[in-house]
């Protein structure tokens, strides 16, 4: 649908429905169907449930809601009328009990950083010699081959979601969603952005033999992850388990960095 927004109008009013829908049943109604008769709210923590190690939270899932405020857009009917933008923004409705505030914390880059580090890509090393730089400015400049000052936000955007694709395993149809291009586009995508890098495009290599030789991959923390699916005769169910295998050493030391 990202894709064909721009060739009618009805498959972007389909998005924003389901952004709506999607805002209200989470974001309300879900997380008023957790507050029941008290006058609090409180999430129940799990540290064994995800495969990777990483913390999980239910009923709601503090984790899930947006860090952006979400923008939508009213349609106005009267004829001169400009359309109004409505924010909604789901982590400004918890504020702390008097006399108590809210504490947030965040790794920044903590995967690239991590991929950096598998990887020992001398050119992703360099880049976090420099605490003030933009990482993903110049990840996408030295990518695309151009200067900082002609790397677009989108270029940005592009090269931030394609690091992610590496790392939590996307394949091509995902990051294709994603970016709204092809899928076929967002393979060039990827397959540029590993040569350019090749120590990542080593990384992998390694860790999905790794994988295919033991049948499990185990963590720099000593977490161990069975693949079944490993040597599947199906393609696709193979190629799953791989991507399966990348995501685990990165996400299982990334868990044990943020519950530590």
């Known amino acids: 649908l990202l894709q064909l927004q721009e060739l009618h109008p009805l498959p972007k009013i389909i998005l924003e429905y389901r952004q709506i829908h999607k805002i209200k049943s989470t974001f309300i109604d879900g997380i008023l169907s957790c507050i029941k008769n008290k006058n609090y709210i409180s999430s129940a923590w799990y540290q064994t449930s995800a495969v990777t190690g990483r913390i999980s939270a239910k009923n709601p899932n503090f984790q899930a809601l947006p860090r952006q405020p979400l923008q939508i857009s009213k349609m106005q009917y009267i004829q001169g ?30 995967e ?11 050119e992703l090393l360099c880049i976090f010699t ?33 690091v992610y694709s590496v ?13 709204g291009v092809s899928a076929e586009q967002a393979s060039r995508f990827q397959d540029s ?9 080593a990384f992998i290599q390694r860790t999905i033999q790794q994988s295919h030789k033991q049948g499990y991959v185990v963590s720099i923390m000593g977490r161990r992850r069975n693949l079944p699916n490993i040597h599947s005769p199906d393609w696709a169910v193979r190629m799953q388990a791989e991507r399966q295998a990348v995501n685990f050493v990165v996400q299982g030391r990334i868990a044990k960095t943020c519950s530590a």
Do not use: M
């Open 81 to 110: 009328k400009e359309k109004e933008v409505v924010t909604v923004h789901p982590r400004a409705t918890f504020v702390p009990q008097e006399g108590w505030t809210f504490l947030a914390a965040d790794f920044c880059q903590v």
């Open 112 to 122: 690239l950083r991590l991929l950096a580090h598998f990887s020992s890509d001398s």
């Open 130 to 162: 420099n605490p003030q730089a933009d990482v993903f400015t110049i990840l996408a400049s030295q990518w695309k081959g151009v200067s900082l000052g002609d790397v677009s936000s989108e270029d940005r955007e592009h090269a931030k979601r394609i």
């Open 167 to 179: 790392v939590y395993g996307a394949g091509r149809e995902r990051l294709s969603g994603i970016l």
């Open 193 to 201: 952005f590993l040569q350019t890098y090749r120590g990542v495009q």
